[in-house]
């Protein structure tokens, strides 16, 4: 009799519970969440905005990008920025393969493209036509900051290569010609007296040549996939310009950046943390359009940096408003009036 008892009041408790959820579900409304990314920095938080962006009439329909050959960082910061303008604004965006960092500088001049790909170290060089410019391109101005890019000296264990001095009689792939990388290595090859045979491969082309010994090395800028996919099936060895060696060349090439920092096992799960030289990658835009265009393209990116980090997450982190320091030339003054908004300029 107690049992029944018991099973009565346990019966009657749970209707009464059930009762309870039901009435919460039908009549009390389930607040929708809201989800928002973050750019979290020691000054400052972007997030998603509210705000309903439109892409104003007279304004190009097609936005040209000019990025690299694919399989690179630049091609897939090119791609991220693409998938954000041509979601947002519905609007055709092209990503251009191009020769990289000078040659986007050149195609903006000549009006090929509307934003594009570079870095700090080339921008330099162009605003004041020195190094591969022979006159000054002032047709660019800088829209926003990407990602730092440690450079990288990629060898295989089997060659026997030790340190960037070994390369001396080597066959070495400094990838696209004119790109920041083949800049780059010529540059310190050059200043340390290294007599490589240097070629100028695509980066999937690259990766063959080393694996097959028709090649001993080749440079790239961290974060590379490409390298990534090549440590899963051959031994890799990275190295880096630093200590001794990084002094040398700076001293002979200030405008470049060290030390920057490659993390441990990143690509192996020996590879040890790395210090190297390096440059900070940019957007650039085109100088002459309107300043509202910019500031509008610039709202877009920092509004949807979730749609930046599934496909390229370094830029996603290192756009960071505050990175605007590593710029040596002139904002655009769309992109001038976005970060005075945040506070990082004045």
Do not use: C
């Amino acid at each position: 009799m107690i049992y029944r008892k018991t099973a009565i009041v346990a019966a009657v408790i749970v209707i009464f519970i059930i009762v309870i959820a039901l009435y919460q579900f039908l009549i009390i409304p389930t607040p929708t969440p809201t989800i928002t990314s973050t750019i979290t920095t020691s000054t400052l938080s972007v997030t998603t905005s509210t705000e309903k962006l439109e892409w104003k009439e007279g304004w190009p329909r097609t936005i040209r990008i000019g990025a690299a050959a694919p399989g690179g960082g630049f091609y897939m910061a090119a791609s991220a920025i693409a998938n954000v303008l041509s979601e947002v604004f519905k609007i055709e965006v092209i990503v251009e393969q191009t020769k990289a960092s000078v040659h986007n500088i050149k195609l903006m001049e000549e009006g090929s493209i509307e934003l594009g790909m570079t870095t700090t170290d080339t921008t330099w060089e162009a605003w004041y036509g020195k190094g591969g410019f022979t006159k000054e391109y002032r047709g660019f101005r800088i829209l926003m900051p990407g990602w730092p890019g440690p450079y990288m000296f990629v060898t295989l264990e089997k060659y026997g290569i030790r340190s960037i001095r070994d390369f001396n009689g080597k066959t070495f792939s400094a990838l696209t010609p004119g790109s920041a990388t083949d800049v780059f290595v010529r540059k310190v090859f050059s200043t340390l007296k290294i007599n490589a045979t240097i070629v100028n491969l695509s980066p999937s082309d690259t990766t063959e040549a080393l694996k097959s010994g028709v090649i001993q090395g080749f440079g790239i800028g961290h974060p590379a996939p490409s390298v990534v996919e090549l440590a899963r099936t051959e031994k890799v060895k990275i190295l880096t310009l630093s200590g001794e060696d990084a002094e040398i060349f700076l001293r002979e090439h200030p405008e470049f950046t060290y030390p920057l920092t490659i993390p441990a096992g990143y690509y192996y799960p020996e590879q040890p943390k790395l210090l190297a030289v390096g440059m900070y990658n940019l957007v650039i835009v085109k100088a002459d359009l309107p300043e509202d265009l910019v500031y509008t393209i610039l709202k877009a990116l920092y509004s949807h940096v979730n749609i930046i980090n599934a496909t390229w997450p370094a830029m996603a982190i290192g756009m960071s408003p505050e990175n605007v320091k590593f710029i040596n030339v002139p904002l655009h003054p769309g992109a001038e009036k976005f970060y005075r908004e945040l506070g990082v300029i004045k």
